[in-house]
């Protein structure tokens, strides 16, 4: 079964401009998650999306971030414009709701750097 | 949220047990105790978690105080593959996972 897909791998942009970054879940899962983590430091929830509906976007940063889920698969997160302290790996999650745990399962990630 | 405390980091000879300690005093009833890693440059990867049974994976083993109050992970036979930070979360309501800093486990031949 594949796992979380996340597109590209690797991002380098100048300040002030957009990025997007692409998730596909693990099929079946209608939950998924946006963290953001930092160097050195765990992961942290941006926004959690149950099929089409955000959930919990309490942690993410309005101003310059968004992101969508049209068809209650794949989700983008955007950046516009983008900072300097943006620079970070951008990790997507899925995971079953209804399951016994509804245990997350990660994808790769998005390595950003802002010059 | 419950909050998790584990050392900052751990030194383990392969092919030994590597046991990582973790401790959650104010972990509630209901709240389950999980266990990702992350190994340099992946997402995180699940390994295994409880609610208050020792439980055993493929990959791990964890046993959970009767009280609760704290945990330990055991890699039953380490291997330089399996250096990485662990980290022990409590999960909340709504499925939040809060990670802390974690254990950084190094593998040594």
């Known amino acids: 079964e594949a796992g979380v897909v996340q597109s590209p791998r690797y991002k380098i942009i100048e300040k002030k401009q957009p990025v997007a970054f692409w998730c596909n879940p693990i099929?079946?899962?209608?939950?998924l998650y946006w963290y953001l983590q930092n160097l050195g430091q765990g992961p942290e929830l941006l926004i959690r999306y149950e099929n089409e509906e955000a959930v919990d976007d309490s942690q993410l940063p309005k101003d310059r971030f968004s992101a969508e889920r049209l068809k209650g698969v794949d989700s983008t997160l955007k950046i516009q414009p983008a900072e300097l302290g943006d620079s970070a790996v951008y990790l997507c999650a899925s995971s079953l709701p209804g399951s016994r745990t509804d245990t997350q399962y990660f994808g790769p990630g998005t390595r950003l750097t802002v010059l | 949220d419950a909050k998790t405390t584990q050392p900052p980091s751990m030194d383990c000879a392969e092919g030994r047990a590597a046991n990582l300690p973790c401790n959650h005093s104010?972990?509630?009833?209901?709240?389950?105790v999980y266990w990702y890693r992350q190994i340099h440059s992946q997402g995180p990867q699940y390994i295994i978690h409880?609610?208050?049974n020792n439980e055993t994976n493929e990959m791990a083993s964890l046993i959970i105080t009767e009280d609760r109050k704290s945990s330990t992970l055991i890699l039953p036979h380490a291997t330089l593959r399996d250096t990485a930070v662990y980290y022990c979360i409590v999960k909340t309501d709504g499925n939040k996972l809060v990670f802390g800093a974690g254990t950084i486990l190094r593998v040594k031949s």
């Open positions: 104010t972990i509630s009833g209901n709240e389950y």
């Open positions: 099929s079946g899962h209608n939950t």
């Open positions: 409880g609610l208050k």
